[in-house]
């Protein structure tokens, strides 16, 4: 496809308007002439027959019939007149210019309309009319014959009929008209080339400079300038781009030592944000142990009393002799059994702070089980029921450990919202299900609720209003579930309490980015 170029387009304009001048001032010309060329016809072909009009009627009265012939043929020889005749009142032909029309009805001659000449006969008037082809000019103009017949004269109206001929002078000034407009097209012609040139030198030369300069600036050369000098418009253009490309070299420069120390900036944010992170897991696990030991505390009460009466027991078989080898196997094989027990539990507190190194497949509620075992002391101390619902075992895929430690803190929270609010007859219910295609826990509590102020900023780290909290709880589950895991967790108000919803992937749609 041709592009349009300025340089051509404005010559071809000029072009075209010069033909389109050309053809107007053709026909402007030639329909001025035809009225000029019918104008002066009209007022020849009236000023021949006026004075052929006179001298027929004085040479008619006289009897002077070779008179009246030589005049009409005379007035005949007038270049476009074609056809001259003189008729009676009968339409006869009384005089011609040609001798064979004589004695002859006028009606033979084409042109002649004989209503026309009865008409001018009985009016009087002259009449003339042009044809269709505006070539020829037709007249009728009325005469008086007087003609004498046994010494007495009659007179009688006859016509005289004229056909001017107009084809010679149009033909004439249509060929001026032609000539008129080849000198004014070809001096159209000339100024549309001259334009043309004076365009590629003055204007698309240096559009092309501009437009190539600006490709240069786009693909990044930023050096690229135009150079042009001069007071006109381009000129004005060209020095305006080359103030713009150096602006946008400086805005450059500037980005680029900006961009330096960002990222300088942003290295340093990083390590720091590191650090951070890694204190605050370290305060997170530190938080978490003394949660652990707490409930080792509670898990260990019940054990060590029992091994206290056991003790007690030995004593007192022993002091009253009593003690007999069957009866101190029997409270070493009780004791022994409250150890495994005991040390049960430090294996299990151990294995829930074990970080896992890889994902895979896991039971929510397998976790759900170790989690609760873990703090069933704490919450049965504190009168607080649980309850576990599991809709459907979800297959859930990520780091069960880490998961497990999300949970216990949602529900170390719950627990602390209902001691706090001493809200007797305290329950946390566990919902265990898919929910849209993902593995899903709800905890669900009774303990009032977060308000509705602190409800957006649970989720910040150090955000607390437990006076004992240290605000990393809740941040560090969020972060192990959404980060770590790709999954989601949310919080919304019920009717008594919080409802927390933890979402992962699961096993054989692992996500696509691993965390750990």
Not at 174 to 189: E, N, P, Q
Not at 213 to 229: E, I
Not at 433 to 456: E, K, Y
Request: glycine residues 6%.
């Amino acid at each position: 496809m041709i592009k349009p170029r300025l340089s051509y387009l404005i010559p071809l304009l000029l072009l075209l308007s010069s033909l389109l001048s050309a053809s107007l001032l053709f026909f402007w010309e030639i329909r001025d002439s035809s009225q000029v060329i019918e104008r002066e016809s009209s007022d020849t072909v009236k000023t021949l027959l006026t004075q052929l009009q006179n001298m027929l009627d004085t040479q008619l009265a006289d009897d002077n019939y070779e008179g009246a012939r030589l005049s009409l043929s005379v007035s005949a020889m007038h270049p476009q007149i074609r056809t001259l005749l003189l008729t009676d009142e009968n339409d006869a032909v009384v005089l011609a210019n040609r001798y064979i029309w004589e004695r002859n009805p006028a009606t033979a001659v084409s042109g002649y309309v004989a209503a026309s000449a009865g008409q001018v006969r009985q009016t009087q008037v002259h009449a003339s009319a042009i044809d269709r082809a505006r070539l020829l000019l037709t007249g009728y103009y009325p005469v008086t014959l007087k003609i004498g017949t046994g010494g007495q004269a009659t007179n009688r109206i006859g016509v005289l009929y004229v056909e001017f001929d107009l084809s010679g002078r149009l033909a004439q000034a249509r060929h001026k008209a032609v000539t008129y407009s080849i000198y004014f097209g070809a001096l159209m012609l000339a100024i549309a080339a001259i334009s043309a040139v004076l365009m590629h030198v003055l204007v698309s030369r240096r559009v092309k400079k501009l437009t190539a300069a600006a490709r240069k600036l786009a693909a990044g050369d930023l050096d690229t300038r135009t150079a042009m000098r001069g007071q006109d418009e381009l000129a004005e253009l060209g020095q305006a781009f080359d103030h713009m490309a150096a602006q946008r070299q400086q805005a450059e420069a500037t980005i680029h030592q900006l961009n330096l120390s960002l990222e300088a900036r942003v290295r340093e944010e990083v390590a720091k944000n590191r650090e951070k992170d890694h204190i605050v897991i370290q305060h997170s696990r530190l938080a978490a142990m003394g949660e652990m030991i707490g409930n080792i505390a509670h898990q260990w009460r019940q054990p060590i009393n029992t091994l206290g009466l056991i003790l007690d027991n030995i004593r007192d078989a022993w002091a009253y002799s009593e003690l007999t080898q069957d009866y101190l196997d029997e409270e070493i094989a009780i004791g022994r059994q409250l150890i495994d027990k005991m040390s049960t539990t430090i294996d299990d507190f151990r294995n829930f702070f074990r970080p896992n190194k890889e994902k895979r497949a896991f039971s929510l509620k397998q976790v759900v089980e170790n989690t609760l075992s873990i703090l069933f002391a704490s919450l049965h101390n504190n009168n607080i029921d649980v309850e576990v619902e599991v809709v459907e075992d979800a297959q859930a895929y990520g780091f069960p450990n880490e998961f497990s430690q999300a949970l216990l803190n949602i529900v170390n929270n719950a627990k602390d919202a209902i001691v706090a609010k001493h809200i007797e007859n305290g329950f946390i219910r566990l919902s265990v299900s898919r929910h849209n295609g993902q593995a899903a826990i709800r905890i669900n509590d009774n303990g009032g609720g977060i308000p509705a102020a602190v409800l957006p900023k649970i989720f910040d780290p150090y955000f607390t209003t437990k006076a004992s909290g240290t605000g990393i709880g809740l941040y560090m589950s969020k972060m192990i579930v959404e980060n770590n895991m790709n999954g989601r967790i949310e919080v919304v108000n019920r009717q008594d309490g919080a409802e927390f919803t933890l979402t992962c992937p699961l096993a054989g749609e692992p996500a696509t980015t691993d965390a750990g």
